[in-house]
């Protein structure tokens, strides 16, 4: 086994940049982590497996697995970090930096560093005893299409009774979470002059019948897709962007605008978007071929655990805090797809996610260690 530190660990992961990004231009390949991760699992007697993620500019997931048998324990965490604000850090985003008992660094909370944790959790325990095998799941992209998770819940490699996924919840686990869909509505009409109304077609004047039916569908999700376990109750939908025109004297031949709709769990992706295009129906009818609707990216799905297996009862004991929900997405609803029961559950606070100078406060380690420790302890031995 690699000797490493949990600093000298830490300090790797952080300093090999993994930007993920829509920009060709930021983006970049996590291939030197993914392999740093393969080799120091490998050191630790895991066997790996390293994949290429299809559609990807060049980004790999990589799983380690150790003991054999059926069910187990995954745990898991995405290689990729947002892109950083530059002239706003103190620092080098890629060099870890101690101080006033914070870890900072990009990527220290959102949340690679969280592979330290694992690595430092394993060094006290028996592997060769495991009765069930441990996975450690290293995923691609998940902060811009989560399309490594997408295909690792494609693949089906493996079963696990439960899953962790190590974002930062203040070791709060969380059991549900809402999707995001954000979409663009394109209407075109007919440019002409002002003066002329009927010699054209108003692209805004149609955006603003789509608005009014899209607002009427925003009011029956409010009442119809609830779940008062979040702090916001319903399914929401909210109108984001919108531009149209060119001029106060021509008649508007384009007219776009993105909003988004964010699920509660009982309420699928496929479910909403037929309910969009529903809603939409009458206006495609009235005005064929001038009105397209389209995902601006693929949509991230609601999530909640399965708990067949009794995940919950466990994440509770060993953290004690209750279950809880959150209004962000995670990789959650595609490791949900394993079949396992599936939470969020790590170190360090979501306030510090995609933030300049960006840390981790130190008091997370030891609890983290330990509760990961426990985590192994109880599913696979």
């Not at 949990?6 to 231009?25: K, R």
């Not at 947002?82 to 060099?95: L, T």
């Not at 206006?283 to 609601?302: F, K």
């Not at 209004?327 to 300049?356: K, M, R, W």
């Amino acid at each position: 086994m690699a000797n490493y530190t949990f600093l000298e660990s830490y300090q790797n992961i952080i300093s090999i940049p993994s930007i993920s990004a829509f920009d060709p231009a930021i983006d970049a390949s996590n291939r030197q982590l993914i392999d740093w991760l393969g080799n120091v699992f490998s050191s630790c007697g895991f066997s790996i497996s390293i994949h290429s993620v299809p559609e990807s500019r060049n980004k790999f997931n990589m799983l380690a697995k150790i003991g054999s048998g059926e069910g187990g324990l995954l745990l898991a965490g995405h290689s990729d970090t947002v892109p950083f604000d530059e002239g706003k850090w103190q620092q080098d985003p890629f060099s870890l930096k101690q101080h006033d008992n914070k870890l900072f660094g990009l990527g220290t909370c959102d949340m690679k560093g969280f592979f330290a944790f694992i690595l430092e959790a394993i060094k006290d325990i028996p592997l060769h005893q495991l009765k069930k095998p441990l996975y450690v799941l290293a995923t691609a992209d998940e902060e811009t299409s989560m399309a490594g998770a997408r295909f690792f819940a494609e693949q089906q490699m493996i079963n696990p009774d439960m899953a962790i996924i190590g974002e930062p919840t203040e070791l709060r686990p969380i059991g549900k979470h809402k999707g995001h869909m954000a979409h663009t509505l394109n209407i075109n009409g007919k440019a002409g002059h002002s003066s002329d109304p009927d010699k054209g077609v108003n692209a805004i004047e149609i955006m603003h019948k789509a608005i009014g039916h899209l607002l009427t569908l925003r009011d029956n999700l409010s009442i119809n897709y609830r779940d008062e376990s979040f702090s916001v109750p319903q399914a929401t939908l909210n109108l984001g962007h919108i531009h149209g025109g060119d001029g106060e004297n021509r008649i508007c031949g384009h007219c776009k605008m993105n909003f988004d709709l964010r699920c509660v769990p009982q309420l699928s992706d496929n479910e909403a978007i037929e309910m969009i295009d529903n809603t939409l129906s009458p206006l495609y009818s009235d005005y064929p071929a001038r009105i397209s609707r389209e995902l601006m990216y693929p949509t991230a799905p609601s999530f909640a655990c399965k708990d067949e297996h009794g995940l919950i009862d466990l994440a509770e004991e060993l953290t004690g805090f209750k279950v809880e929900n959150a209004n962000y997405a995670t990789e959650a609803p595609f490791l949900n797809l394993l079949g396992c029961d599936t939470l969020v559950l790590g170190p360090g606070s979501i306030e510090q996610a995609h933030q300049p100078d960006e840390f981790i406060d130190l008091k997370y380690v030891n609890p983290t260690i330990s509760l990961l420790q426990n985590l192994i302890k109880r599913v696979c031995f």
